[in-house]
C-alpha cells in the first residue's frame, strides 16, 4: 500500500497528498490532476471515496476505500454566458457562491439544494437533491446540458454541451446524476440558466385537517396559477400549504386573489401572507434535516397521496415537509421512533408500493427497525452491469450506492 501511494505521489505535483482521520487524501485543482489520480488508482486496485463538502456523506453506504478524494479545491464559475442563459462551473463550487456571482446578471439556477452555503455541485448532483422550485423548473438532469466526467481508468469524458439546443452524444450526464459517484468522477457541469424572479410572493394556507389541504393543493396544480414552489408541512399540531408565486406585480395580485378563492373551500382554515417574513417557510426542509437527534426518511408518492401520508406521519407523532410533486422528508424523534418507524414503514409498503429511504439515523448502529425493508428494484441487475461496464474494478465509491454497487 505505502508503494502504491509513493508511486502516485511520484506522478502528481507536490503538496496534493496529505493525510486525514489515518487516510491518505487527495486534493485536486484541476481535471487533469484527478485523471492522474483515477488512471493510478484503477492500474493499482486502490479504491477511491470521493467527497466534497461532506454535507450528503450518510445519504449512501459507508465506503472502504484506500483514498480520500477531496474535491472542494476544484473552485469556480468558468464561463458564463449570460447571453445565452448558460454557465460552466467547477463541481468544487460552493452552490450559493455559484448563485451569487451568477446573480450578477440577474440570472440563477433554478434549484434549491440543502445546504447551499457548503454543499458542492458535485455532491448535489452525486445525490440528485432538490428542493421545491422542482415544481416550475424541472429536476437537476432537466437543468444540466454538459458535463466533463473523469471515468475509472482516467479518460475525460465531455457528454452534452455548452448550449441549450444541443443533440451530440449520449447524456452520460443524465446517468451522473444521482449515481453517488460510483460511475465517474464530475469535475466541470454546465448549467441551463434561468432569469431570478423580480417579484415573488409567498401565502401560506394552514389548518387542523390534513385532507383539505390536500385537495387544495391539487385544485392549486389544476389551475390556472404559476406557482413557483409548493409545499404540504405537517405535523401533529396542524397541517399547513405554502404557495410561492411569481410572476409580474399585477399578475400576482390577480393570482393571490385566485388563490384565495380557491381556499375558501377549506373550513377552518387561515390564510397567511408569509412574503414580509425574515425567515421563509420554504426554509422547513433544510429545518427538519439540521439536527442529528432525528431519524429522516425520504419518501416519493404521487400529488394525491401526500395529504393522506402527512396525516399518518403526524399521528405518529412525526413532521413531514412534502414537495408538490410528492417528494416527502419525514423526521421522527428519537423518543418515538421505535414505535412509529416500523408502523410507518409497513404503512407505506401497503398503501402506496413506493421507495423509502433512510436518510439520517441518531443511532449508530442503526436498529434493524429502523431500517426499511425495501425490496430489490427489478431494475437492480441493470445498475450493476452499468457499474461494472463503467467501473469494472470497482475504483469509484465501491458500495455506496443501492445494492452496494
Do not use: C
Not at 485543482?29 to 489520480?37: D, N
Not at 423518543?335 to 409497513?346: D, N, R, W
Request: charged residues 15%; negative net charge.
Amino acid at each position: 500500500m505505502i508503494d502504491k501511494l509513493e508511486a502516485l505521489q511520484s506522478v502528481l505535483p507536490p503538496n496534493l497528498l496529505s493525510e486525514r482521520d489515518g487516510k491518505p487524501i487527495l486534493s485536486p485543482k484541476i481535471t487533469e490532476e484527478i485523471s492522474a489520480i483515477a488512471r493510478h488508482a484503477n492500474q493499482h486496485n486502490l479504491a477511491i471515496e470521493i467527497t466534497g463538502a461532506g454535507t450528503k456523506r450518510s445519504w449512501g453506504n459507508a465506503v472502504t476505500a484506500d483514498l480520500l478524494l477531496d474535491t472542494t479545491h476544484l473552485t469556480g464559475v468558468l464561463s458564463h454566458s449570460w447571453q445565452d442563459l448558460t454557465a460552466t462551473v467547477a463541481a468544487g463550487t460552493p452552490w450559493a457562491t455559484m448563485q451569487r456571482a451568477l446573480a450578477a446578471h440577474n440570472q440563477q439556477v433554478a434549484l434549491d439544494p440543502l445546504w447551499p452555503e457548503t454543499a458542492t455541485v458535485g455532491g448535489i448532483i452525486a445525490t440528485n437533491d432538490s428542493g421545491s422550485l422542482r415544481l416550475r423548473y424541472g429536476s437537476l438532469r432537466d437543468l444540466i446540458l454538459g458535463m466533463t466526467i473523469i471515468l475509472a481508468d482516467g479518460t475525460v469524458a465531455k457528454s452534452g454541451g455548452k448550449v441549450v439546443k444541443n443533440v451530440a452524444g449520449y447524456d452520460l450526464h443524465k446517468l451522473m446524476t444521482g449515481a453517488f459517484g460510483t460511475l465517474g468522477i464530475v469535475t466541470e457541469v454546465t448549467f441551463r440558466l434561468h432569469p431570478i424572479p423580480a417579484h415573488t410572493h409567498v401565502w401560506t394556507i394552514s389548518s387542523t385537517q390534513a385532507q383539505p389541504i390536500g385537495d387544495l393543493m391539487m385544485k392549486v396544480l389544476d389551475s390556472q396559477l404559476a406557482p413557483q414552489a409548493m409545499q404540504f408541512r405537517a405535523s401533529p399540531a396542524g397541517f399547513a400549504l405554502d404557495v410561492e408565486l411569481a410572476t409580474l406585480p399585477e399578475v400576482v395580485i390577480q393570482q393571490t386573489q385566485d388563490l384565495k378563492l380557491l381556499s375558501q373551500s377549506i373550513t377552518a382554515s387561515n390564510v397567511n401572507d408569509q412574503s414580509e417574513l425574515t425567515r421563509s417557510p420554504f426554509e422547513a426542509r433544510q429545518e427538519l434535516m439540521n439536527s442529528a437527534d432525528y431519524f429522516v426518511i425520504k419518501v416519493t408518492m404521487l400529488p394525491y397521496s401526500v395529504a393522506v401520508l402527512s396525516m399518518d406521519v403526524a399521528r405518529r407523532g412525526g413532521v413531514s415537509v412534502t414537495q408538490a410533486n410528492g417528494i416527502m422528508f419525514a423526521q421522527f424523534s428519537n423518543s418515538v421512533a421505535a414505535q412509529s418507524l416500523p408502523g410507518f414503514y409497513e404503512y407505506v409498503d401497503h398503501h402506496l408500493h413506493t421507495s423509502l429511504t433512510l436518510l439520517q439515523s441518531p443511532i449508530h448502529p442503526i436498529p434493524a427497525w429502523a431500517i426499511p425493508a425495501t425490496p430489490a428494484p427489478d431494475t437492480l441487475p441493470l445498475m450493476r452491469e452499468i457499474k461494472h461496464r463503467f467501473d469494472p474494478n470497482r475504483t469509484l465509491n465501491p458500495g455506496r450506492f443501492l445494492g452496494g454497487i
